[in-house]
């Protein structure tokens, strides 16, 4: 397994870039949480990106979700804030150059959520009836599964998407449980899908920290929050997003487990304009370490291509 070489003293005092909204911060104080516990002096820099003032528009539109990240990467670089602590799902597949993830941290719940005032389960929907989201990965599964519903545009941050429900404007919507979970709105999930049933995307669930690169000070200071399992496991998830194009923006769903020191990878693919049926592709390797991982995605990748999925 790989370890994380560290060779500076621990920074001692650290500040977090973060988005402002419940989820972001949310986030940003657990990670304050933790490293106060390891003494170093914490504070907060929230801040408002492009993908939090976008809600009109579908963000695969209009440049992908690295609008979430960018304005707190300028802070990094500019020296106002030290880390960002990201939803990995959000976090594009390549960094920008002078950027890199000082550590992935121990995963929540990586399965989508079914909420709906009225119908408990997908199944329980009348023919036609409005879901809402605005994921394209959520859009070719919940087709695949119920190709009669109607999809509908779904933005914003959890509390607006949760409004927007109960102001009536669909059945029921589609939501990462791990986001319902840590802001304790888990009583607001009807249901829980198995991955086999809606594979989620890749990095769904786990927290990123994101640092300029060569900060060995933070490295140092972060390595113990890092956890390898989960770290392994977005790693060959986020290798098949890559080998795909690299784009966040895609209908694209990967999601990996260890057991036993098995990594195993699923992936399924869809065509939003086309038919409703998923192209799919598993694999599994014993797992050594993080470059093993990739390769694994880069292989399901390409049985993923050969089968049909661009
Ligand atoms: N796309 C937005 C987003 N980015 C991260 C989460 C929370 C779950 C996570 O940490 O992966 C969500 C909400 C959602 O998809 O419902």
Redesign the pocket.
């Known amino acids: 397994m790989e370890s994380l070489t560290v060779s500076a003293a621990p920074a001692t005092s650290v500040v977090i870039a973060t988005r402002e909204s419940r989820?972001a911060l949310w986030q940003a104080e657990h990670v304050k949480a933790l490293l106060q516990a390891r003494g170093a002096q914490v504070s907060l820099l929230g801040m408002t990106t492009q993908g939090d003032q976008i809600l009109d528009r579908s963000l695969s539109k209009v440049g992908g979700k690295g609008l979430f990240v960018k304005e707190l990467e300028v802070a990094l670089d500019e020296g106002r804030a030290d880390i960002a602590v990201h939803?990995l799902?959000?976090v594009p597949m390549d960094l920008p150059e002078g950027f890199e993830l000082a550590c992935v941290m121990e995963r929540?719940d990586p399965r989508d959520a079914w909420v709906s005032p009225q119908y408990a389960r997908l199944e329980d929907l009348p023919q036609g009836a409005v879901v809402g989201t605005s994921?394209l990965r959520r859009t070719v599964l919940l087709r695949a599964l119920r190709p009669d519903l109607k999809i509908e545009p779904l933005r914003g941050n959890?509390d607006t998407r949760l409004r927007k429900l109960d102001e009536g404007l669909y059945a029921g919507i589609v939501?990462?449980a791990?986001?319902l979970k840590r802001l304790e709105l888990s009583s607001r999930i009807r249901h829980i899908f198995e991955t086999e049933q809606m594979l989620p995307a890749a990095?769904?669930?786990a927290l990123g920290i994101e640092i300029r690169a060569g900060r060995e000070d933070l490295k140092a200071l972060l390595a113990p929050l890092a956890n390898m399992d989960t770290w392994l496991r977005v790693a060959a998830e986020r290798a098949v997003s890559r080998a795909m194009g690299g784009s966040c923006s895609m209908p694209l769903a990967a999601h990996a487990v260890l057991e036993a020191g098995v990594l195993h990878l699923r992936a399924a693919w869809g065509d939003p304009q086309g038919a409703a049926t998923l192209v799919q592709a598993q694999a599994q390797t014993a797992v050594l370490d993080l470059a093993s991982a990739e390769q694994l995605g880069v292989q399901v990748a390409q049985v993923l291509r050969e089968s049909g999925a661009h």
Do not use: R, T
Request: glycine content about 22%; hydrophobic content about 35%; proline content about 0%.
């Open positions: 989820l939803s799902k959000d929540e994921s959890l939501l990462a791990a986001g990095g769904q669930g």
